[in-house]
């Protein structure tokens, strides 16, 4: 099972990304997804979270309002839409499938991690 992740890049202040998750196999519509960051010397810390129907969405309150999480279960892909960017949002971000059908700030709810994509906001 793979969950691969693209769309990371260096971007200035005030800018947008989109990063977008694949997962390996279908099952994954049955279960929550989310995204998690780890910053340069922090810990990682969930980012967002989205249930297996799409219907219930969490967030970091850091990024309410300017990132949306999405998913589309009949192309099997988790998306990440990150608007004004600040430069306390560079880290690695990665992907997770959660055990259960809803995501969770907890990682150890998460059964399988993705490789991770790097975003570095900077001017």
């Known amino acids: 099972v793979q969950l691969q992740a693209s769309g990371g890049g260096l971007v200035p202040p005030g800018d947008s990304l989109r990063l977008s998750c694949l997962p390996s196999?279908?099952?994954?519509?049955?279960?929550?997804m989310g995204w998690f960051r780890q910053g340069p010397g922090k810990e990682r810390e969930f980012v967002a979270g989205?249930?297996?129907?799409?219907?219930?969405?969490s967030y970091l309150e850091s990024v309410k309002g300017r990132f949306t999480v999405s998913r589309d279960n009949a192309k099997n892909t988790l998306s990440l839409q990150m608007n004004s960017l600040k430069s306390e949002d560079t880290a690695v971000y990665y992907c997770?499938?959660?055990?259960?059908?809803?995501?969770?700030?907890?990682?150890?709810?998460?059964?399988?991690w993705g490789q991770g994509t790097l975003v570095t906001v900077s001017s």
């Open positions: 997770a499938a959660f055990r259960r059908a809803w995501a969770s700030r907890e990682q150890s709810e998460v059964q399988y």
């Open positions: 196999r279908r099952f994954f519509s049955n279960n929550g």
């Open positions: 989205i249930s297996w129907n799409g219907g219930t969405t």
